[in-house]
């Protein structure tokens, strides 16, 4: 691996403040995956109150599998698209208690089936249990394309070429970094200094 990319990593591991992300410090695995599903386009600091009001109320998958949607919907308000996340929410739900007895599939092919999950939830989920996986999201993609890690503008692609630059053992890492990096310097300006900067570690 390039020593540059790895200096150019720890470096914005550095710069990001240390705060709880939507999937994390969850005790069931179930947990981390709707807490996922629900914090696409919406805020950690939005998600992880409303995902916790929702596992107190349903603390088991197979309750939450047999909630009611109406009362899903009302919880979940606060995140955006909460409409679409609470038929996602309960379907996955019933998918996980019904098809696969309460446990999450561990294979992104079967996790991309499931409802509301495509492959940069699929991604932040594996990496958060342990697992192979490196999501792309908003802050991902564009750190990466602005570094120069990937010049593609599909993040699968991106994927693709940030798996290929960061050896295995970087992977479940990459995510994390990179999005506290970009929560916390929500400027474009002062994000573009600071990247220019980072740009020309040696």
């Known amino acids: 691996m390039d020593k540059k990319i790895l200096k150019q990593l720890k470096e914005l591991e550095k710069l990001g403040i240390k705060m709880r992300l939507a999937a994390e410090e969850w005790d069931k695995p179930w947990k981390i995956l709707i807490a996922t599903i629900m914090s696409a386009r919406t805020r950690d600091e939005v998600t992880i109150p409303v995902a916790e009001k929702l596992f107190n109320k349903y603390y088991t998958i197979e309750k939450l599998s047999k909630a009611k949607l109406s009362d899903i919907a009302k919880i979940i308000k606060p995140v955006n698209f909460y409409k679409n996340k609470s038929k996602n929410v309960l379907n996955c739900a019933k998918i996980l208690n019904e098809k696969y007895k309460g446990e999450v599939p561990l294979s992104i092919e079967e996790l991309i089936e499931l409802p509301g999950v495509g492959r940069k939830t699929a991604n932040v989920f594996l990496s958060e249990i342990g697992k192979l996986g490196l999501g792309i999201d908003t802050h991902v993609h564009y750190i990466s394309n602005f570094l120069g890690w990937s ?35 929500t400027s474009r300006k002062q994000k573009n200094e600071l990247l220019e900067k980072i740009k020309k570690i040696i």
Do not use: M
């Open 151 to 185: 010049k593609n503008k599909n993040p699968h692609k991106v994927e693709e070429d940030l798996k290929r630059l960061f050896p295995k053992k970087y992977w479940i890492s990459v995510n994390p970094i990179l999005v506290r990096f970009g929560k916390t310097y």
